[in-house]
């Protein structure tokens, strides 16, 4: 799979746009992008995934560049209960392929 | 979306003795489920992939014999921590995978070894 950085922690003003970018220049064509976070002592949320197109769902949307080496997650109008860490990971869709964590970005949402 | 649920939430043992943690997926079968492991501060660390009806496929550097794992069902998947000492303390967590979706996690569970 392959690798992302992502930055260490976002501030983000509480009703606010909060845009967590990732960097994967390694990606394969096959591998997705997947969008994880953990809300401190719970275990982790799946939020998103995309393979080139823009995704948006309920709680969020997914860019991912023309070239696919980057991406961002935007949640459109962060609150409190967003304060989390946020989790980008790439790899190939499969129903029982493993995930590993990387270091993730710690979102802090303020008032 | 589909629910994963661990019991205990928590638990504390005291050294030597056993623990066991449930996985079960509440509203779809797996035949894979996943276990992590997380310090204070870190992230996830995958220790192994259980698979319903054969054995465990551990990551590099887990002891298989330390932290036994059972996937008897389609819904449920056990990790047992055998002779547990205090290092062993850490967050638990379990996943499955759904088709089509995302993983979906367990709630962790906390263990704290004295």
């Known amino acids: 799979d392959a690798k992302t950085t992502q930055p260490t922690s976002m501030d983000c003003a509480e009703g606010r746009a909060a845009n967590l970018p990732c960097n994967h220049s390694?990606?394969?064509?096959?591998?997705?992008v997947y969008w994880y976070r953990q809300i401190h002592s719970q275990g982790p949320q799946y939020i998103i995934h995309g393979l080139k197109n823009n995704e948006t769902n309920e709680m969020a949307s997914l860019i991912i560049t023309e070239d696919r080496k980057s991406s961002t997650l935007i949640l459109p109008h962060a609150t409190l209960r967003d304060t989390a860490v946020y989790y980008c990971i790439v790899r190939a869709l499969g129903n029982t392929d493993k995930l590993i964590f990387g270091t993730g970005t710690r979102l802090q949402v303020f008032p | 979306g589909a629910v994963v649920s661990q019991h205990p939430s928590w638990v504390i043992c005291k050294s030597g003795t056993s623990v066991k943690i449930e996985c079960r997926s509440l509203d779809f079968q797996a035949t894979t489920m996943f276990w992590y492991r997380q310090f204070p501060k870190q992230s996830l660390m995958l220790m192994a992939t259980s698979n319903e009806g054969s054995k465990a496929t551990y990551e590099q550097g887990v002891e298989k014999d330390k932290f036994l794992i059972n996937h008897a069902s389609l819904t449920l998947s056990t990790l047992t921590v055998t002779s547990a000492h205090p290092e062993d303390s850490s967050f638990y967590i379990c996943s499955a995978p759904t088709p089509g979706s995302g993983q979906y996690f367990g709630p962790g569970t906390r263990l704290t070894v004295t």
């Open positions: 390694t990606i394969s064509g096959n591998e997705y």
